[in-house]
């Protein structure tokens, strides 16, 4: 039967759900809200209050972690490694970019682009159309929950790009030796979760949904993002998206 994945569109977690379900090849609907109404579609179907959150087979799968692993489940070895030594190195791997890098460009993308009334494409794709109405009335408290419960000012975003900055280094210093993937000599979660995270920062054409183009920048941003993605991490993320997305 048809899964349902409850999303935010634009999330980079969702991301990575989208794409693990689409390399394992189930089939899924997704369901788009606009964050905070989201929960209603998480509460309802008994998941957390996080998205994404996957309905199959009257199974609830919160969370992009063990989504990747019921997807991996249906097709083994399509994401997580058989050897059990790998597979551990890759899920710690994608444990440390989900705790670190993920809120790091969420937030560092988040300060850019937040206030943008002309980016409101980036937010109202895929999502029900009372909901898209309903921003109108709802958007200052919306964005001001968003600020303050993301941490989303001039410091936090300071600090993120900090953090960009040292999982770039940590991915930069793996790639060193000329591996072309970070675990072993085939695609996994590690190489998926790390562009997926990176996605909002290096903007990749293949994304699942649309992102701001790099157009809509401020200078200064631009020049960050020009930077991250001609750096050797960035160069990675882009070429895993083109060949595995
Ligand atoms: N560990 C979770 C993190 C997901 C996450 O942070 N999702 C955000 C959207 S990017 C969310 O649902 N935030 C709503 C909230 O925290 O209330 C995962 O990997 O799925």
Request: proline share 7%; charged share 25%; aromatic share 8%.
């Amino acid at each position: 039967m048809t899964a349902r994945l409850i999303t935010i569109p634009f999330s980079h977690y969702c991301e990575k759900a989208r794409w693990a379900l689409e390399i394992a090849g189930i089939a899924y609907d997704e369901d788009g809200h606009l964050p905070v109404f989201h929960y209603a579609a998480t509460m309802r179907a008994g998941a957390k209050r996080t998205v994404p959150a996957l309905i199959h087979d009257g199974k609830v799968i919160p969370d992009s972690t063990p989504i990747i692993a019921y997807a991996d489940a249906q097709r083994p070895g399509t994401l997580l490694p058989s050897d059990p030594a790998k597979r551990q190195e890759a899920l710690d791997i994608e444990d440390a970019f989900d705790r670190h890098l993920g809120p790091a460009t969420r937030r560092w993308l988040y300060f850019q682009v937040i206030d943008r009334k002309d980016l409101d494409h980036v937010l109202l794709h895929g999502i029900p159309r009372w909901e898209a109405l309903a921003l109108r009335a709802t958007r200052p408290a919306a964005i001001a929950y968003i600020k303050r419960s993301l941490k989303v000012d001039a410091a936090g975003a300071e600090r993120s790009r900090t953090k960009i900055d040292e999982a770039f280094q940590n991915v930069g210093a793996m790639l060193g030796d000329g591996r072309r993937y970070l675990v072993g000599d085939q695609f996994s979660v590690a190489d998926l979760t790390f562009a997926a995270l990176a996605a909002p920062v290096l903007l990749p054409v293949q994304y699942g949904a649309p992102l701001p183009q790099l157009d809509a920048f401020s200078a200064q941003a631009r020049e960050r993002i020009e930077t991250w993605r001609r750096s050797p991490p960035g160069q990675f993320a882009l070429r895993i998206y083109a060949d595995h997305r």
